[in-house]
């Protein structure tokens, strides 16, 4: 176009903690491919001692893994489909701003999530703002909406469903160049399957239709190639 550079967004997520079982404490270490800088950002800057404290007050799992989100002005609108994840997260917004939508557990089948073997597996069929239009019973989904600026932790327990849109800048927002997030994810997930209560929770209660899943599929000898994809 007349020579210009083109507008591209840029996007990353790169791990900056990753567990260790075997490590004393919490148990996390920065990977090795990390940067000595950014290591050295992560020995200084984390307050160690309030997340171990925030861990007890939540009665959270082993801290599992933190992730760095960064994305240009120019993603601004970009969507992470709703999905859960089996780990409690932790997630703070450094700059930028967006938006969440959350289900409870209690929500999922009026989700349609994918099966087990599905590539989107832990993901929903249902888009919240164009629905298909055999995913009827969405219509009866209660969810909520919360945006977070910089400054804001949110906490989402582990098999709450959420989708993450990337805002635009609005007036009287501090300039930015980044969208920039860090989470902390908990391995709360081992932790309630061994210690299950009856009646059981909205969270186990997804985690029974997964593991009844596997089930069926391992008793008809089924195998992740043989499952159409949709």
Request: glycine content about 8%; some cysteine.
């Amino acid at each position: 176009n007349g020579g210009s550079a083109p507008h591209l967004g840029v996007y990353l997520q790169q791990s900056l903690l990753d567990g260790h079982p075997a490590e004393p404490g919490l148990g996390v270490r920065p990977p090795a491919s990390l940067g000595k800088r950014m290591q050295r950002d992560i020995a200084e800057g984390l307050n160690f001692a309030l997340l171990q404290r925030l861990i007890s007050a939540g009665r959270m799992g082993p801290w599992y893994r933190s992730q760095l989100f960064v994305g240009s002005r120019k993603i601004a609108g970009a969507k992470t489909q709703l999905h859960y994840d089996q780990y409690d997260n932790l997630y703070l917004q450094i700059s930028g701003t967006k938006r969440w939508r959350i289900f409870d557990p209690a929500q999922s089948g009026r989700l349609y999530p994918y099966p087990i073997h599905h590539m989107l597996d832990r993901s929903a069929q249902v888009d919240p703002e164009n629905p298909p239009p055999y995913c009827t019973r969405y219509s009866d989904a209660a969810g909520l909406e919360v945006v977070v600026r910089p400054g804001d932790v949110l906490f989402i327990p582990a098999y709450w469903w959420h989708e993450v849109l990337t805002q635009e800048r609005e007036p009287g927002d501090p300039q930015y160049e980044c969208t920039v997030s860090v989470n902390f994810w908990f391995n709360t997930h081992a932790m309630r399957l061994q210690a299950l209560e009856l009646p059981l929770a909205a969270t186990m209660r997804v985690e029974l239709a997964r593991q009844t899943e596997y089930f069926l599929s391992d008793s008809l000898d089924d195998r992740a190639w043989l499952v159409p994809s949709f």
